[in-house]
T-cell receptor, first 116, second 109 residues
Framework: DTGVSQNPRHKITKRGQNVTFRCDPI?????LYWYRQTLGQGPEFLTY????????KSRLLSDRFSAERPKGSFSTLEIQRTEQGDSAMYLC??????????????FGPGTRLTVL | GQQVMQIPQYQHVQEGEDFTTYCNSS?????IQWYKQRPGGHPVFLIQ?????EVKKQKRLTFQFGEAKKNSSLHITATQTTDVGTYFC?????????FGKGTRLSVIA
């Protein structure tokens, strides 16, 4: 399977716990995005990477959220001290940014987080 | 910051009827992308429009980008049950995509 993969697919945690999600983008894609999606809403941008560099982080994003892409391949998103309001689907997407490229984003299946 | 609005929020149609969703941005866009998300699925890229006034067709789907590059529309002719899902527009460029809330399409057979 050469698509974007995300693990775990589902995560149930108690309020106050830390959680970490992983995203494996399509190989050779140099850009990786994290989004959050709640019911009835479109994907909301969280942060993105160009290779291993984190280029932008949403101003709405709490300091409890951190993301890494250490080798420019897979990425992790960590949420510390989870709150019930963090319950959502966390989507990862990748694309290859380059001259003449379409820049379409390929989304993974998402990780559904439930905070009790 | 940039906002992207879509209307309607929901649309229920009989199979065979046409469907249109509209997208409006608060700012001029470099390009606009459209995605479809099936129930329980993830967004899947449909198309990207770049030029002012651009019109693109994919079988029964017609996409338009406004002259001012601030609005766009997606029109589906003769809907089928396979068209069910939520259609999102997303404003793009050198900054990360800003998605609208989407239009959820239901098709009654």
């Amino acid at each position: 399977d050469t698509g974007v993969s995300q693990n775990p697919r589902h995560k149930i945690t108690k309020r106050g716990q830390n959680v970490t999600f992983r995203c494996d983008p399509i190989s050779e894609h140099n850009r990786l995005y994290w989004y959050r999606q709640t019911l009835g809403q479109g994907p909301e941008f969280l942060t993105y990477f160009q290779n291993e560099a984190q280029l932008e982080k949403s101003r709405l994003l709490s300091d409890r959220f951190s993301a890494e892409r250490p080798k420019g391949s897979f990425s992790t998103l960590e949420i510390q001290r989870t709150e019930q309001g963090d319950s959502a689907m966390y989507l990862c997407a990748s694309t290859h940014l380059g001259k003449g490229k379409l820049n379409e984003q390929f989304f993974g299946p998402g990780t559904r987080l439930t905070v009790l | 910051g940039q906002q992207v609005m879509q209307i309607p929020q929901y649309q229920h149609v009989q199979e065979g009827e046409d469907f249109t969703t509209y997208c409006n941005s608060s700012t001029t866009l470099s390009n606009i992308q459209w995605y479809k998300q099936r129930p329980g699925g993830h967004p899947v890229f449909l198309i990207q429009l770049v030029k002012s006034g651009e019109v693109k067709k994919q079988k029964r789907l017609t996409f338009q980008f406004g002259e001012a590059k601030k609005n766009s529309s997606l029109h589906i002719t003769a809907t089928q049950t396979t068209d069910v899902g939520t259609y999102f527009c997303a404003g793009g460029g050198n900054t990360p995509l800003v998605f609208g809330k989407g239009t959820r399409l239901s098709v009654i057979a």
